[in-house]
């Protein structure tokens, strides 16, 4: 992997997949940092962040989106260092009511936790960051209420979920009926369209093919377009897997009873596997996995493996 070029101002903590990648900005005497990673992260989180910032302050966080990757060391950032917490205005009311099925931790089964805002960054308003000027763009159809963060002057994109080097995050809302694949489009096209130099993704190494990673990911699309049920599928290994690397090992029956009440299994089951029993629908997304190299099943076993 070729080293890729970024601003001194602008460090990359590149996590795994259970925890977003972090972005830290120094500005000056502050330092601010772009999504916080998984709960169960949030002390590594801090202490990556403490790194960078040295002596001073962490007086901004931002989250690109508040799925439970991306928020979940909000609180334990904020806790200790009373910075302030802009989201994307979509969700606002349901970080006010704490409301986890809008804000996707029930369906999920994922955990975050509690956190407030102090500020509503939005498409087409412009941040700040490590001196530089960030366009935010809306990024629905992974999340309705996404936005990614995208700079003219180096050409930089942070772009959350809406692209990987190989991807791009599971489009959530098409499992119940609505619209994702076209926002999912219509981003990547955006993307094309401002060329960005460098992609820092939500997950994984920052790259510079930016052509080809776009090439393989209007092919995803179309795949995942033409077939509802086989975006389902793939909804529901994604969440299988998340879990799973959570918590390592498991068995059948603790990963039926996770999931058997988790509402996006339920609807997924209702829309589109009502034929089959419950338990056989989340013993097929294991099996999946273990197909893909993402998991071991030995019978009733079942152990994370990367994929
Ligand atoms: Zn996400």
């Not at 077939?227 to 059948?252: D, G, I, P, Y």
């Not at 988790?262 to 338990?279: L, S, T």
């Not at 997304?285 to 009733?300: H, I, P, T, Y």
Request: with cysteine; charged share 25%; glycine share 8%.
């Amino acid at each position: 992997m070729t080293a890729v070029r970024l601003p001194p101002t602008m460090h990359v903590l590149q996590r795994g997949w259970l925890s977003s990648n972090n972005v830290v900005f120094i500005d000056g005497a502050e330092a601010s940092v772009v999504d916080t990673g998984y709960c169960l992260h949030a002390e590594q989180t801090a202490q990556l962040v403490d790194r960078v910032r040295g002596e001073r302050p962490l007086t901004r966080i931002i989250n690109t989106h508040l799925h439970s990757d991306h928020a979940g060391g909000n609180a334990r950032l904020r806790a200790q260092h009373a910075a302030t917490i802009a989201i994307p205005p979509g969700l606002a009311p349901a970080v006010d009511a704490w409301d986890v099925e809008t804000l996707t931790y029930a369906p999920t089964r994922q955990q975050c936790p509690r956190f407030t805002y102090d500020a509503l960054l939005g498409a087409g308003d412009a941040a700040t960051l490590g001196g530089l000027q960030w366009e935010v763009l809306a990024a629905p159809g992974h999340d309705p209420h996404m936005v990614v963060l995208f700079n003219h002057d180096e050409r930089l994109l942070i772009s959350a979920d809406a692209l990987w080097e190989n991807g791009f995050g599971a489009i959530f809302p098409e499992i119940e009926g609505e619209s994702g694949f076209d926002e999912q489009r219509a981003v990547l096209e955006l993307i094309a369209r401002r060329a960005p130099r460098v992609v820092i993704p939500g997950h994984g190494a920052p790259f510079t093919d930016v052509d080809r990673a776009l090439e393989r990911a209007f092919a995803r699309l179309d795949a995942l377009a033409a077939s509802a049920e086989r975006n389902a599928r793939h909804v529901l290994k994604v969440l299988a897997k998340f879990w799973l690397m959570q918590v390592r090992e498991t068995s059948r029956a603790a990963s039926r009873s996770h999931f058997e009440g988790a509402r996006y299994f339920q609807v997924i089951h209702r829309r589109y596997f009502a034929d089959w029993p419950m338990a056989a629908m989340i013993d097929r997304a294991f099996d999946e996995l273990a197909s893909a190299g993402a998991a071991a099943v030995e019978g009733e076993r079942i152990r994370d493996r990367d994929g």
